[in-house]
């Protein structure tokens, strides 16, 4: 995991010296924490030799299935559902079942790890392995490491600094070697071996101070390059691909993923479109699969930066801010504080919800309009509750998006958003600015289309399509994927699942699209026409 400008001084100082440089690694794992992409660049400029035989595993149907896991592909999620890979729970069983599933391989003679996204999990999850490890006997002697834990002859550690001077065997000690303690001295200095190789090794007082910990459990920073028979790792939602990857990849004979799926009781978090619509387990995998942190080099940036894709997110953006800024002045103080006394009048509870300034917002662009914002509130309120009503402002914002539906399609820069309110177009204060952002958007929004039309390479989601959408479908679906900011990782040909009325069903339309208009349909549809003619195509 080296970073750019490490790199840079290793290649230069070679190269000075005669020496030829062959670089050796994986984009597709977790990066440097410095400055990095350099190494994707190379290989996407220059190309590069791809290693493609997955030697590691003993199930052949893990290998493949570890591959498309590594590109996005949520296919491979198949795999580990149908092996029973996958276990749910909330963040206090999901700890549990890990230590437990740890705890019958350790039983059973595995070398097994636990795996987890935080160091302070990490540490939890080791002390508990100890203490169970020891039970009611006495440690002896013990020495405190760095990760505020202790250990004792039996305890199984982990180093994690490189150290050409601490020799062990043929070797020397690396950043993620486990070993079991034989001997603590009363200096605090550790004598272990690795149970794989019957290394030996002696760590001074100071290196078992800030650079070992307890083995039983790691981060998965920690565990790239591991090695192990089983692997069990915790999965909060909130990790990237890379890391995914990286966790469901470290057991030779299983990996297991235990799941998240229940919040944590933060009332910060309930308007949160998880916690409204909590994700199944495998839509929370699948969002994993299509968050991507792979580091970009400042190169590759100030491309993005420049194109047409890129800006279109940003444009979007600014203009929907913008009109609800525009429709807060547009309505005053007067309308604002009657809506609000209207909203408590409901008795829902709507001002006192987490989603009350969402559908304040909506209420004033309802107004800027031309609608009645005190009758659509009404009209959305005497609807009959939902079964589930965790915020009674979402669900009422959400009742009013069929509002939406009777402007003129004409007027929107994209069919999914709203045009400029006519009572915003007219004023003098907003109405060139908006319509300003309006065009820009519109600009955006073709040239999109047109790069994708005259580029001509197949977007990333569109290869792993069979048969290949028509070059008309893949424009328009890039066009939605640059509107929504979906990244290139995201392999969902639209992303995810839209719930506002108009969006929901732009993406269906779009998704309908790629089902039914493909190039065989079409080829069936004209053979059909071409046979029967046009007038017979209706009754043929």
């Known amino acids: 995991m080296a970073d750019t400008l490490r790199l840079d001084a290793v290649i230069s100082w070679a190269i000075d010296r005669g020496a030829s440089v062959r670089l050796v690694g994986g984009d597709q794992q977790l990066g440097a924490v410095s400055a990095g992409g350099i190494l994707r660049d190379i290989a996407t400029t220059y190309g590069a030799v791809r290693l493609d035989e997955v ?10 299935a570890s591959l498309a896991l590594r590109d996005g592909d949520s296919t491979a999620l198949g795999f580990y559902l149908d092996h029973d890979r996958v276990h749910v729970g909330d963040a206090t069983t999901t700890v549990q079942q890990v230590f437990d599933a740890w705890l019958t391989d350790k039983r059973s003679g595995l070398d097994t790890i636990m795996l987890a996204p935080t160091r302070d999990q990490v540490a939890g999850l080791n002390h508990q392995a100890r203490e169970h490890r020891l039970g009611d006997g006495r440690p002896g002697l013990e020495v405190v490491l760095s990760d505020g834990n202790h250990a004792s002859v039996g305890d199984t550690i982990i180093t994690r600094r490189n150290d050409r001077r601490l020799r062990a065997g043929k070797g020397w000690v690396k950043n993620g070697d486990r070993w079991q303690v034989n001997h603590v001295h009363h200096d605090g ?8 190789t019957q290394r030996r090794v002696t760590l001074p007082r100071q290196y078992v101070r800030d650079q070992v910990e307890l083995g039983y459990a790691s981060t998965i920073h920690g565990a790239q390059g591991m090695t192990v028979d089983t692997c ?18 470290r057991g030779r004979h299983a990996n297991h993923a235990y799941v998240e799926v229940t919040g944590d009781g933060d009332p910060h978090a309930r308007l949160s479109p998880d916690s409204i619509t909590p994700p199944t387990p495998t839509e929370c995998l699948e969002a994993i699969l299509a968050r991507s942190d792979t580091p970009a080099s400042a190169t590759t940036q100030l491309a993005s930066q420049r194109d047409p894709g890129t800006l279109l997110g940003a444009a979007i953006a600014c203009y929907q801010d913008a009109m609800v800024v525009a429709a807060e002045r547009y309505a005053g103080p007067d309308v604002i504080r009657r809506l609000e006394a209207a909203a408590e009048a409901t008795g829902l509870g709507l001002t006192e919800a987490d989603a009350w300034p969402v559908l304040r917002s909506h209420l004033l662009m309802l107004h800027a309009t031309g609608h009645d914002p005190f009758l659509a509130l009404q009209y959305a309120a005497r609807q009959e509750p939902g079964a589930d009503l965790r915020d009674p402002a979402a669900t009422i914002d959400h009742r009013l998006d069929v509002f939406g539906v009777r402007e003129d399609p004409a007027r929107r820069p994209l069919p999914w958003l709203p045009g400029v309110p006519t009572q915003l177009l007219s004023s003098a204060e907003w109405g060139p600015y908006l319509a300003a952002r309006h065009t820009l958007v519109t600009r955006l929004a073709a040239e999109v289309q047109r790069h994708v039309e005259t580029q001509g390479t197949v977007p990333a989601w569109a290869a792993e399509l069979n048969p290949l959408p028509m070059a008309d479908v893949i424009a328009d679906i890039e066009l939605w994927r640059a509107a929504h900011r979906i990244p290139d990782s995201d392999l969902r040909p639209t992303g995810p699942i839209q719930h506002h009325l108009l969006e929901a069903r732009a993406q269906h339309r779009l998704d309908d699209l790629l089902a039914e208009e493909s190039e065989p349909v079409l080829n069936w549809l004209r053979g059909i026409v071409k046979t029967c003619g046009s007038a017979g195509y209706a009754t043929c």
């Open 55 to 64: 030697v590691r595993f003993s199930d052949p149907a893990e290998a493949y």
């Open 189 to 196: 200095t550790i004598v272990a071996h690795d149970p794989r």
């Open 232 to 249: 069990h790792g915790l999965v909060t939602g909130r990790e990237s691909r890379e890391l995914l990857y990286t966790m469901l990849s």
